[in-house]
């Protein structure tokens, strides 16, 4: 298995919402990311877990709160978001960090 | 926070024509990636070029890493109507922990 896998693959959620976006992957990887994409725009580094331990977090605001449950698992929660947060959100994994990463499709999020 | 530029921001050749695209980051970095991403989803590693490395090929692929100027080239030889995508820099930006950050990327249109 040589995938990265995150659903939904579409999400639409108003500001009073609590929602959750989730990456699994198997290939063993030990370092996941999280990114934000908007159009037209490179993705914006927002989390990095090494070894299941956030090790990066590039000042989010805390409407996100991210988990990783287990060294497969990624999670991205959301709460109270802004429509400027709609944006596609990426996550990605590589064997460590800094290395070549697998990314995922991601998850288009549009906030009303 | 973006680490580095590419340049040009668009290029649009023919079939055929090889495009090459440049890169310029900030910081000491251990390695050097290219990426690409096709209609705004995920994206697909390329090749990865670490910092006592100046060249390495892969297909149809040739990246160059110059250190002492903080810059890489990216050349894709023949290309392809199916090369059409964003190319993205990404560099393990050292100094600021160990993820990936982006540069601007690249928008390649290639018609037929």
């Known amino acids: 298995d040589t995938e990265v896998t995150q659903t939904p693959k579409h999400l639409v959620m108003g500001m009073t919402n609590k929602k959750s976006l989730k990456c699994e992957q198997h290939?063993?990887?030990?370092?996941m990311y999280w990114y934000k994409q908007k159009a037209k725009k490179p993705p914006e580094l927002m989390f990095v877990?090494?070894?299941?331990?956030?090790?990066i977090n590039e000042s989010v605001p805390s409407r996100f709160s991210p988990e990783c449950p287990n060294s497969s698992l990624l999670n991205l929660h959301l709460h109270a978001l802004q429509p400027e947060d709609s944006a596609l959100y990426l996550c990605?994994?590589?064997?460590?960090?800094?290395?070549?990463?697998?990314f995922g499709s991601g998850t288009q999020l549009s906030v009303l | 926070s973006q680490q580095g530029e590419e340049d040009p921001q668009a290029l649009s050749i023919q079939e055929g024509e090889n495009a090459t695209m440049n890169c310029s980051y900030k910081?000491?970095?251990?390695?050097l990636q290219w990426y690409r991403q096709n209609s705004g989803r995920g994206l697909v590693h390329l090749i990865l070029?670490?910092?006592?490395?100046r060249e390495k090929h892969s297909g149809r692929l040739r990246v160059t890493l110059d250190t002492s100027k903080k810059s890489s080239s990216l050349l894709i030889t023949a290309s392809r109507a199916a090369d059409t995508a964003s190319y993205f820099c990404?560099?393990?930006?050292?100094?600021?922990?160990?993820?990936?950050?982006f540069g601007k990327g690249t928008t390649l249109s290639v018609s037929s």
């Open positions: 877990y090494s070894y299941e331990k956030l090790s």
């Open positions: 290939m063993g990887h030990r370092a």
């Open positions: 990404a560099t393990d930006a050292y100094q600021a922990g160990t993820a990936l950050i």
């Open positions: 990605a994994s590589s064997q460590a960090s800094g290395q070549g990463a697998v």
């Open positions: 910081t000491s970095i251990n390695n």
């Open positions: 070029i670490r910092s006592n490395e």
